[in-house]
T-cell receptor
């Protein structure tokens, strides 16, 4: 009954490969996010979708492409992986009209590019 | 200047003491403020939120907000070793549709 689930939990891959991370939420939230957490624990917003519509697209390389087939799913595809992409990627969801509840985070995907 | 700033620590307190964590933010129009706790290797979990100036208490946790000075703090009373974690301050900046996070303060409670 996980509220926000991400797969895979760990991903080790070589430079130049293409990989995807999947995220699903069963909370009925209308907004989903991708955050990147670097080795210093800094969480930086990458993308945000509201009801399948892209509302935030921060300055990230265009090798990163989000896709939201419906409001319960937000996937992240990364092309031509680079060493600097190594980080933990968190999916999160929220109900935009109810900020008091903050975000619910997924368990994270630790991506290691070798 | 970063949108949200925290002292990265580490902050060490003895068991039973009060731990005080501070956060400043750049946007005076910010409305919503959150504290998340993140254990090593885990995802952040929400522990407190505050909107209004003053104090908000929940068990051993007290959030304090001072909009004039643009800071928000978290006090943890009777600190326990299980409180050892990184504490992330997050702010919903005015006009933004997402939360901006600080870099976190690592807290260690020494038994």
């Amino acid at each position: 009954d996980t509220a926000v689930s991400q797969t895979p939990k760990y991903l080790v891959t070589q430079m130049g490969n293409d990989k995807s991370i999947k995220c699903e939420q069963n909370l009925g939230h209308d907004t989903m996010y991708w955050y990147k957490q670097d080795s210093k624990k800094f969480l930086k917003i990458m993308f945000s979708y509201n009801n399948k519509e892209l509302i935030i697209n921060e300055t990230v390389p265009n090798r990163f492409s989000p896709k939201s087939p419906d409001k319960a799913h937000l996937n992240l595809h990364i092309n031509s992986l680079e060493l600097g992409d190594s980080a933990v990627y968190f999916c999160a969801s929220s109900q935009a009209a109810r900020w008091a509840n903050g975000y619910t985070f997924g368990s994270g995907t630790r991506l290691t590019v070798v | 200047q970063k949108e949200v700033e925290q002292n990265s620590g580490p902050l060490s307190v003895p068991e039973g003491a009060i731990a005080s964590l501070n956060c400043t933010y750049s946007d005076r129009g910010s409305q919503s403020f959150f504290w998340y706790r993140q254990y090593s290797g885990k995802s952040p979990e929400l522990i407190m939120f505050i909107y209004s100036n003053g104090d908000k208490e929940d068990g051993r946790f007290t959030a304090q907000l001072n909009k004039a000075s643009q800071y928000v703090s978290l006090l943890i009373r009777d600190s326990q070793p299980s409180d050892s974690a990184t504490y992330l301050c997050a702010v919903n900046l005015s006009g933004a549709n997402n939360l901006f996070f600080g870099t976190g303060t690592r807290l260690t409670v020494i038994p």
